[in-house]
């Protein structure tokens, strides 16, 4: 039998963390508390500016994760990416509701219209900025310049994330709560001109018996997550413009209104 004192170095409780040697440095199982406390507060900010207080925590941070946050491309499914999906359509349905009980005497057209103005990226991008949301993305190994472009295209898309986590977390009754903080205000404005640049553009040159413009792409540029399109649209016997956007629409809806700028036409409204 072994009549040696134990070890006392190997006799704390399983667990915890022994404590350091003297000039160490803070405990793994400490750091591992602050971490989590951390992680906690910052949560539970997010829930204070979205509004409601999640009952699992784990969608939450689902709906701020981006896919290159992912430490496997197979997993895309821990990104914001499904949350998306739902969120989109979630939104789609209370805003129509919305609009059907608003607005008793808008026919089909109207609503329809009111609606797509409503639910778009760019407006979705501008509730998750009136929240704060931009810097709670998270992204993976990015460069500075790239990973704050990144953030900036993918707000419309965490909102929408936002939403679809709302929705399986609290059901529809939260989720219409969030919609109607964020949204009623923004309904309840005129409703603003629908026309986008390309229309108005072609409807000016089929006024002047030119033919329907045409849009090429000039260059394509940034990487594959975050890239950059450069388009210019054609009209016979005037001079070419060019636009620059996130997608080929984005960016021929630039060229579109650089040219009906510099051409002097009216009735033009870029709506993003």
């Given amino acids: 039998m072994n009549d040696e004192s134990p070890d006392l170095r190997t006799s704390a409780p399983s667990g915890e963390a022994s404590s350091p040697p003297e000039g160490g440095g803070e405990p793994v199982a400490a750091k591992k508390k602050r971490s989590k406390a951390g992680a ?42 499904r949350l998306e999906f739902l969120g989109d359509h979630v939104l789609g349905l209370i805003v129509s509701d919305m609009l059907y009980r608003a607005f008793p005497n808008a026919d089909e057209g109207e609503l329809s219209k009111r609606l797509a103005d409503l639910v778009r ?22 460069g500075a310049g790239a990973g704050a472009r990144l953030r900036k295209s993918v707000l419309g898309d965490i909102c929408e994330a936002v939403i679809g986590a709302v929705f399986l977390d609290g059901g529809y009754a939260a989720a219409a709560q969030f919609v109607e903080r964020n949204w009623t205000e923004r309904m309840r404005k005129p409703r603003r001109p629908l026309r986008d640049p390309k229309t108005v553009l072609q409807e000016w040159a089929q006024g002047k018996g030119l033919p329907t413009p045409v849009y090429r792409e000039v260059e394509r540029s940034g990487p594959h997550h975050d890239p950059q399109f ?20 984005a960016a021929e809806k630039v060229a579109a209104s650089v040219m009906i700028a510099r051409e002097g036409v009216g009735g033009s409204h870029n709506d993003g």
């Fill in 40 to 81: 906690k507060a910052a949560a539970a900010a997010i829930e204070a500016r979205i509004g409601h207080k999640f009952a699992d925590p784990a969608l939450l941070t689902t709906a701020f994760t981006h896919v290159s946050a992912l430490k496997s491309a197979r997993k895309r499914g821990d990104s914001y990416q």
């Fill in 121 to 142: 990226k760019e407006s979705c991008a501008d509730v998750a900025k009136s929240l704060g949301l931009l810097d709670d993305i998270k992204l993976g190994a990015v």
């Fill in 230 to 249: 450069r388009v210019a649209v054609d009209l016979p016997g005037l001079a070419p413009a060019e636009g620059v956007g996130g997608s080929k629409r």
